[in-house]
């Protein structure tokens, strides 16, 4: 027996020490300056793809020697996922342009992004097109691993239909502080216009939040992160603020508990939604909508109103051969011109300064955007702290229990869920 | 020298190897570096990173099972196997009883009870999503019965429910392993029975249970092993592990752990926490059930 367990574990001790150092060689053997031809990943949705697809077409027309190869995110259950296993796996495309910065520290822990300020004019070039709305995006060593570059600001979306039906003014709906939203809702829901006043997703997967508790967090504190200077900042009487008016809704059944299969708002089931301006091509034809900012519980101002912005970056990946290649079609993809045609194309904000001031004939002609082109400059960013998802995921599963089933305190919810999360950021 | 090494018969290696092979790169190699992983402090990284894994002991698994969650997955999976196993086995044992004996349109039920087992969970998971959502069909036809909160979102029913639809997804299959296993019992043992008085339900009790053992063993074996590696269900079913995580499974939480959050090593440890599990369970199965034939 002896004798036979002998060569089996050899083997796999070679086997492990063979892996061991696998994990130690190196990205794209190409240096920063290097140049010719790469490869692009981009978000499948078909808005985005018509933009991609001309970006590329451009690019390659004008450098037949520096071509660009372009695909669709292979699918996966999230990007974030593919994406990680992308560079486990050593295959990482130049460049990805779906990269959401929740999952930005993780990558670069795993040695799978470049430092854009590691080109010459990296660090200038993001700060003069994004403006303030960078730092966000800055890691906590100096360097941006992400490009900023396209946020969708979260606002209230409704039924312009259905709050005539409850006998509300569809023009300008009573939902600016918290008492008149609880308001409207109850009148809603008693008007049995719909099943829900409002239904975010009530499930348990890390990013929900992002759509119920934080653009109002966001809101209500001024444009406050979840996580600043490596601690936990929602337990304040904003957070509780917060998490009690979603606590209401769903104890008062105006929110839904379950999870709802299809676009509730589309569907007519909820009179409101909670999502950002890449709603408006899909609800564009079937609802009559409009738009107002998230509330707050004393009502802000529009004009000072925060918000989630659920943006997705650019990463410059490892693995890529031609970073010169990279950065410069990584500089070309978000120049004024392609960020011109992106809002043309999808209606979502290029993260760049003075937007509205930038792009004035589109906003003209499209005045339905043109207040989340302004909301665009108000947006909080998730924060980029170690175990970021892991911080989400702990918040996610207090939220549930405390504010969509009402099982257990608020206060107690929210220091147990900051003591954790304070852990979690200083990389426990 | 090569003689000791190669054995006698050296050509029945090269016969064995290409299987020797498999064994080892498909599975001993995948648990032998999981187990090595859940001892160090390992995340998934570039190929041309240069991190650090240093050996970490117990670590990990200290901080599994200091996690309440995973003592909770581990309770979850607990509650799924005790209503499922039984449940498999007892249905699939009446039924394929009952399919044994029916004389016309046999193909029609067989094939009746094994589409659910053929059918990929995400398509089925919609039929049970509309059967038992808080509107849904069992509600409306429970009434003022229906319980409060409705069936997924509730966190003492949420568990429960799951094991209902795994254990009918699962039934076609353990049905046809019991329907094999029904062909072997002679028919003299039921004649003489029969000769002694004996009905229906004395021939199933005293005949069926005890020839079909070896069956049972095995059904009950897979059905927990099934029941072990729970993820598609309650990842579709309640949204990831809801109501507050009252229906996370095990390998749910290594899926979150080991690939949303970037912490393979956490994962693997419970993983192999899970191996432990499942072979203890097994084991006290085996004692209980009995699988040698005697």
Known sequence: MRRRIIPVAGAAAAILALSACSGGSGGGAGGMDSRGDITIWYSNNEAEIAWAEQMVESWNAENPDEQITAQEIPAGSSSEEVISAAITAGNAPCLIFNTSPAAVPEFQRQGGLVDLTDFEDGEDYITERSGDLAEQYRSEDGGFYQMPWKSNPVMIFYNKALFAEAGLDPENPSLSTYDEFLETSRTLSEAGVAEYAINPAPTSEFFQSWFDFYPLYAAETGGTQLVEDGAATFDSPEGEAVADFWRTLYAEGLAGQEQYQGDAFADGYSAMAIVGPWAISVYGDTVDWGSVPVPTSGGTAPEETWTFSDAKNVGLFTACENKGTAWDVLKFATSEEQDGLWLEATGQMPLRQDLTGTYPDYFAANPAYEQFGDQASRTVEVPNVPNSVEIWQTFRDGYSESVIFGEGEIPTFLSDTATEVDGLAAGD | ?294
């Open chain 2, 1 to 294: 020298m090569l003689r000791r090494i190669l054995g006698s018969h050296p050509l029945g290696l090269a016969f064995a190897a290409p299987y020797l092979i498999f064994i080892g790169v498909v599975f001993a190699y995948p648990i032998v570096f999981a187990v090595w992983m859940s001892f160090h402090d390992y995340f998934f990284a570039a190929p041309g990173a240069v991190v650090d894994r240093p050996f970490v002991g117990f670590d990990n698994y200290v901080t599994v099972l200091t996690d309440p969650d995973v003592w909770r997955s581990f309770g979850n999976v607990g509650i799924f196997l005790i209503i499922n196993v039984p449940l498999t086995v007892a249905l699939s044992m009446l039924l394929a009883t009952a399919l044994d004996r029916v004389a016309r349109a046999k193909t029609f039920f067989r094939v009746a009870y094994y589409v659910p087992y053929v059918t990929a969970s995400v398509a089925v998971v919609a039929v049970w999503l509309f059967l038992f959502s808080g509107n849904g069909l069992v509600n409306n036809l429970l009434g003022p019965l229906a319980p409060e909160p409705s069936w997924l979102i509730n966190s003492a029913l949420a568990m429960p429910t799951i094991a209902l639809f795994v254990t009918w997804k699962g039934l076609g299959f353990y049905i046809l392993l019991y329907l094999a296993a029904l062909q072997n019992v002679p028919r003299e043992l039921y004649e003489s029975v029969s000769m002694d008085g004996g009905g229906r339900i004395r021939q199933f009790f005293s005949v069926t249970v005890p020839s079909v053992r070896p069956a049972t063993l095995l059904v009950v074996l897979l059905a927990t092993i099934t029941g072990a590696n729970l993820f598609t269900e309650p990842y579709l079913l309640t949204g990831g592990g809801g109501p507050n995580g009252a229906s996370t499974s095990p390998v749910l939480l290594i899926y979150q752990r080991g690939i949303e959050q970037g912490n393979p090593d956490i994962a693997a440890a419970i993983g192999v926490i899970l191996i432990i599990f499942v072979l203890i369970i097994a084991a006290l199965q085996r004692r209980l059930v009995g699988g040698e034939d005697r």
